[in-house]
């Protein structure tokens, strides 16, 4: 049995990397063409998010040069999700794998993750085995978000990124999900269906800058947690009792001082103290309940994600 394969590649200024890419694509469509894995239909599609240098001449030279390759043009630059969200959507086959342009994500896994598919998985995800050639600083960061996705309980599947395959089913079932801020990596798990890892080690991006840098990686791990999880909403009412608790404590401790030891009346320091502990809570509250208003107000006014302004 061989399988039609669409691989989709967002692309953010990545015209230094395209070309390599793209051979290297090809020729593994090729090699398993030949191995009887994937169809001849077999396509890669790259998605340019808007890019700004000369990424979509360089997709449309490749696309002429082989009729294999396709590209989508989106309006301008939404981020990652929605441009290989653009991707899945519009393309067709029995199966897509998405993979960065950078080439970080070992191409020849596609392979196996092609096998585990035909070997009936639905959902093959592309697990990191080491982050060696990560800075410390991104490998730090990225091992405490697990963490603290995962006290938040959101279930991520540990060192995948988007390197995934996914079956037609998977893909049908993405569609029925209608949020504005998709956040593939929590919503892929919670579709279900048989699913399978193959692990591969990550290399240094070919060539390019990366386009995530700490503020977009900010909020992309706040979008994680508010999109997903409502433990935050749960500490706010945590920490309001506490609170209060402690401020009965400390009420009747004040009452105990005045009629049983006589004592002085109570200091500067304890009346203002609790009024900017109090005033600190309250502001954090108010800033979490924010992040969810802010969610519910953007996902209510259901803007769409992306408009494709050119296919080839
Ligand atoms: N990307 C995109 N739109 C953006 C930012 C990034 O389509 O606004 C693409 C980028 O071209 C790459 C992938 O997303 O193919 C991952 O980006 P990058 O490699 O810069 O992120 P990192 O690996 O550093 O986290
Ligand atoms: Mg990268």
């Keep these: 049995m061989s399988i039609r394969l669409a691989i989709v590649v967002p692309c953010y200024n990545e015209e230094e990397v395209l070309p390599e890419t793209n051979s290297r694509l090809l020729a593994l469509l090729t090699k398993m063409h030949i191995a009887g894995l994937t169809s001849i239909e077999s396509t890669v599609h790259y998605v340019d998010d808007g890019s700004k240098d000369g990424t979509w001449p360089v997709i ?70 080491s982050r060696q050639t990560d800075s410390f600083f991104k490998r730090n960061t990225a091992l405490m978000y697990y963490r603290i996705m995962k006290t938040m309980g959101v279930d991520l599947v540990h060192n995948h990124a988007d390197f995934r395959l996914l079956g037609r089913r998977a893909v049908e079932a993405l569609r029925q999900y209608g949020e504005v801020n998709m956040f593939l990596r929590g919503i892929v798990p919670l579709i279900g269906y048989r699913a399978a890892t193959v692990k591969y080690d990550r290399a240094e ?14 909020t ?19 920490m309001g009792f506490i609170v209060s608790a402690f401020s009965f404590a400390m009420i009747l401790f004040i009452i105990y001082g005045a009629l049983v030891i006589n004592a002085v009346i109570p200091g500067w320091a304890s009346s203002v103290v609790p009024i900017y502990f109090l005033g600190g809570i309250q502001l954090l509250s108010i800033g979490i309940l924010g992040e969810y208003v802010a969610k519910i107000y953007l996902e209510t006014k259901q803007r769409p994600r992306y408009f494709i302004e050119t296919s080839l």
């Design 60 to 129: 449309e030279a490749l696309a002429k040069a082989d009729s294999r390759v396709h590209g989508l043009k989106l309006s301008r630059n939404r981020g990652h999700q929605p441009a290989l969200l653009a991707g899945l959507m519009t393309v067709e086959g029995d199966a897509m794998v998405s993979i960065d342009a950078d080439l970080q994500d070992d191409v020849a896994v596609i392979e196996q993750m092609v096998r585990e598919h035909i070997a009936c998985a639905e959902v093959v995800y592309g697990v990191r085995d």
């Design 205 to 218: 991006r070919f060539a390019g800058v990366s386009k995530y840098p700490l503020r977009k990686m900010l």
């Design 220 to 238: 992309f791990a706040i979008e994680g947690v508010t999109s997903f999880s409502i433990v935050p909403l749960r500490l706010i009412t945590l």
